[in-house]
């Protein structure tokens, strides 16, 4: 296994493997920054960076004889994001627990926590990426365990704390050890990392503290009860110190870290100030220049400790890494904590009895991070991957179950541009409760991976090419008044000892309307539950003169007056004559269609019909013969020839014509012939002007 820490001011590089419960480090190289290619914990120089680890990569490579390609790296930054939450999976029946169920339970917990964090940051406009997590705690059938494996139960749940960090730490980081010729094996926190070597598990049910003191960061985390209950970050540590160094001593960046590791060691420093000047700076002279610093950081890291422990200390603190061998830092640390000195210790050898070196090292604090990156690929296999999303390069924090959806969530793709969208809806009122028609679906979104039409399950992994392209909206909703349920609806009356079927009406803002009308936003229908008398007539074409006599219920009438299901209605039919829809008939032929009227089964083309027959009947009784003629008349504008017969009549028209009777787009038919109503059995002359319309 091959680990990198990536610090501020040094890249370790640490190749070794796993050997039962030890760890055998084979090799181990040790590379410094020429310049401030990092501050704080973060790259600010990608190239630079991405050299150095080449650098100790190559070195590593001739010394162990092997090409190294993956790595494990572990972040840090002072922008650190953490969440605590809890999942639970529940079985149908109860069964034993495998590993694959534990890791399905955790990366469920882990999306869970993710999908809670950018709840909480969706109005911040940083990126950011889960970078690692910790188990709290296990639960079998709602009972804190301590390892579910091989255990039998129904319900399993976990307590875990997920780590976020911004987009640009975690793509600096990718980026340089992409420039060096590797890939990234696994990712993890640094002190997620230090905490595997530092605070073994069987300490951990004490409540400790661990601060990771660095070059740019102070990482912390923090034990109890068994598991690890807090992670934290501050971005102060070595390299403040070196600052002050350069300010008083007046020297660069890189002699001012000298001067402090040196006075260290020795009671006196030499050095060449910028003015190339020769000076000499006593251990005590720096001591005491840095004890305010110390001061100040010892604070910062006390009062991080302390909100992350719940707002009490702790009750022991272990120091790693190499800012924390600065003089006076543990007891600082206590003092501000109000623990025993004797409770706060620089930890190195005594926590790596487990960790061999095959090489010449001796065992340090500045090594237990780089160590534990390594050991924590055999706990934490943790990864992101990166795919090809609509032509944008996507970085996804891989829990082997990554599917096209995720990838859409995470390029903040619009989720209604993934599934069918409705045309827009119609919305009105029928006596007087809202209702909505929908608008049609329109096509779904077309997926493609690397080339295959998919759907939004599909399985994604490293390097895939998505496509989404997407779906579309359907047609706005249409609908008529017939195609309101209450339109199949109708009343029953009884005229003249007969019982008519009429449909109601529709009267849509206040004006009535077919039911051919089609139906626009926010229009109010009423559906009548009456006709007039007058609308009864009409229906049934009866052509009343005034001054008739009229009856609704046995009493007298009006033409407005309502009637309603059930109603009997009288008309005085005596020497009335029925009207078809062109005009006056009379004799037999009249009465007939008044008492069909009446039986409710008149039609406007029944009047054609007839009029056909008599027509042939009046021929017939003529019986001269005459050879046939041609004529045009005007019909709607449009010119018409009629042609094949020896004379026309008004009727023949609708031969020529597309005028559907049996379709009624209106409550009466308007026939015109030169500017007068017409006859059906009028004759027609060349150059009439004829009109022919529905009308309400």
């Known amino acids: ?129 889960c970078v690692g997590h910790s188990v709290v705690r296990y639960y079998l059938n709602g009972y804190p365990m301590g390892n579910l494996e091989e255990h039998k139960g129904r319900n399993i749940g976990v307590d875990l704390i997920a780590t976020f960090l911004p987009d640009d730490v975690v793509d600096g980081l990718y980026k340089a050890v992409e420039i060096a010729g590797l890939e990234v094996a696994s ?73 402090k590791r040196e006075a260290g060691k020795s009671d006196t420093v030499s050095y060449m100030d910028i003015m190339l000047l020769p000076q000499t700076i006593r251990s005590e002279e720096v001591n005491e220049l840095l004890a305010p610093v110390i001061e100040e950081m010892s604070t910062q890291v006390a009062d991080k400790i302390m909100e992350l422990n719940g707002g009490k200390p702790v009750s022991a603190v ?75 390069r996507i970085k996804m924090y891989d829990n082997n179950n990554l599917t096209v959806a995720d990838v859409a969530l995470q390029a903040q793709f619009p989720k209604d541009g993934l599934f069918p969208k409705r045309g827009k809806e119609l919305t009105f009122q029928v006596n007087g409760k809202q209702r909505m028609v929908r608008g049609l679906r329109g096509e779904a979104a077309v997926i493609e991976v690397n080339g295959k039409i998919v759907d939004l399950n599909t399985t994604v992994r490293e390097n895939d090419i998505i496509g989404v392209t997407e779906s579309t909206a359907g047609d706005a909703a249409k609908a008529t008044i017939g195609d309101l349920p209450e339109a199949t609806e109708s009343i029953y009356v009884v005229v003249n000892g007969n019982k008519v079927e009429i449909p ?41 003169t005034p001054g008739r006599e009229i009856f609704v219920n046995h009493q007298s009438a009006e033409w407005d007056t309502p009637v309603y299901e059930n109603f009997t209605v009288n008309f005085d039919l005596e020497n009335e004559t029925g009207s078809g829809a062109y005009g006056e008939s009379d004799g037999e032929e009249a009465e007939e269609e008044t008492e069909e009227s009446i039986a409710g089964n008149a039609k406007a083309n029944s009047m054609k019909e ?83 319309y529905w009308s309400n």
Do not use: W
Request: glycine share 8%; net charge negative.
């Open 1 to 129: 296994m091959f680990g990198l820490d990536i610090g501020t001011r040094s890249i370790v590089g640490t190749v070794g493997y796993r050997n039962q419960n030890r760890f055998i480090v084979v090799a181990q190289r040790v590379k410094e920054h020429d310049t401030r290619a990092m501050l704080d914990g973060q790259i600010h120089d990608i190239q630079k960076v991405g050299d150095t680890i080449r650098m100790v990569k190559q070195e590593l490579e001739e010394t162990i004889g092997e090409k190294l390609k993956g790595v494990c790296i572990a972040a840090a930054g002072r922008v650190l994001r953490t969440v605590t939450t809890h999942e639970e999976i529940q079985f149908q029946n109860e069964q034993e627990i495998s590993k694959d169920d534990i890791y399905r339970l955790v990366s469920s917990g882990v999306e869970k926590a993710y999908q809670e964090f950018l709840n909480e940051e969706k109005d911040s406009d940083v990126k950011f990426y």
């Open 187 to 259: 990712l993890t926190l640094e002190p997620i990392a230090a905490i595997q070597l530092a605070i073994p598990e069987r300490f951990r049910m004490l409540n400790i503290a661990l601060i990771d003191v660095g070059a740019g960061t102070s990482d912390i985390s923090i034990t109890n009860d068994g598991c690890i209950i807090a992670y934290g970050m501050i971005p102060v540590a070595g390299d403040i110190l070196t600052e002050t160094i350069a300010k008083h001593c007046l020297v660069d960046f890189a002699e001012a870290e000298r001067i």
């Open 318 to 392: 272990f120091i790693v890494g190499g800012g924390g061998k600065m003089a006076g830092y543990a007891e600082a640390v206590a003092q501000k904590l109000g623990i025993a000195k004797e409770r706060v210790a620089l930890r190195g050898e005594e926590v790596m009895q487990n960790v061999v070196f095959q090489e010449d090292i001796k065992k340090d604090s500045l090594l237990v991070t780089p160590v534990g990156i390594c050991m924590n690929y055999y706990e934490q296999n943790n990864n992101f991957i990166f795919v090809s999303f609509n032509g944008s």
């Open 504 to 544: 109601k009406f529709a009267q849509v803002n206040g004006v009535l309307q077919s039911s051919y009308y089609e139906i626009r936003e926010n229009d109010e229908i009423e559906m009548l539950n009456y006709y007039t008398v007058q609308q009864i007539a009409e229906f049934m074409d009866l052509s009343l």
């Open 610 to 692: 007839a009029a056909s027959e008599t027509s042939t009947e009046a021929s017939d009784e003529e019986k001269k013969p005459a050879g046939p003629t041609t004529i045009i008349v005007v019909v709607n504008r449009s010119p018409v020839t009629l042609s094949g017969k020896p004379s026309y009549v008004f009727v023949d028209v609708f031969d020529k014509i597309d005028f559907d009777l049996t379709r009624p787009k209106g409550k009466n038919i308007v026939t015109s012939l030169n500017g007068k109503p017409a006859q059906y059995m009028e004759t027609l002359h060349d150059g009439d002007v004829i009109d022919i």
